[in-house]
């Protein structure tokens, strides 16, 4: 079993920062890939960034590329997403999950673990 827990959401202006985070505990959390996910109100979950098991292989949807960071601290059992240049479009609730594999995926559903989602406001 994983438990994820997200925090950093809140409210930011266009064209401001926030940084996510994501807090694990349970298996190890050096031996499995991370992803960052988003979902608005009715519409489908939408991937974001994903990550591997060391931080050596990231991946990024085209929508946050050049904007967003993932990382993350193995020390510390968390996995960051810096989010730049905000847009009102970023307005979802994020969500972050664990995918008990080496290699990171994109696809949501090869991910065991979710975290409760964080809101993210982006005001224009």
């Known amino acids: 079993q994983v438990q994820l827990v997200e925090s950093g959401g809140g409210l930011v202006q266009a064209g401001g920062s926030l940084r996510l985070s994501c807090a694990t505990s349970?298996?190890?959390?050096?031996?499995?890939?991370m992803g960052w996910f988003r979902q608005a109100p009715g519409k489908e979950r939408e991937f974001v960034a994903a990550?591997?098991?060391?931080?050596?292989?990231?991946y990024y949807a085209d929508s946050v590329k050049g904007r967003f960071t993932i990382s993350r601290d193995n020390a510390k059992n968390t996995v960051y997403l810096q989010m730049n240049s905000l847009k009102h479009e970023d307005t979802v609730v994020y969500y972050c999950?664990?995918?008990?594999?080496?290699?990171?995926?994109?696809?949501?559903?090869?991910?065991?673990?979710w975290g409760q989602g964080t809101q993210v406001t982006v005001s224009s």
């Open positions: 999950a664990a995918h008990m594999k080496f290699i990171a995926s994109m696809l949501g559903d090869e991910y065991e673990y």
């Open positions: 349970g298996r190890t959390f050096g031996s499995y890939a």
């Open positions: 990550i591997s098991w060391s931080g050596g292989s990231t």
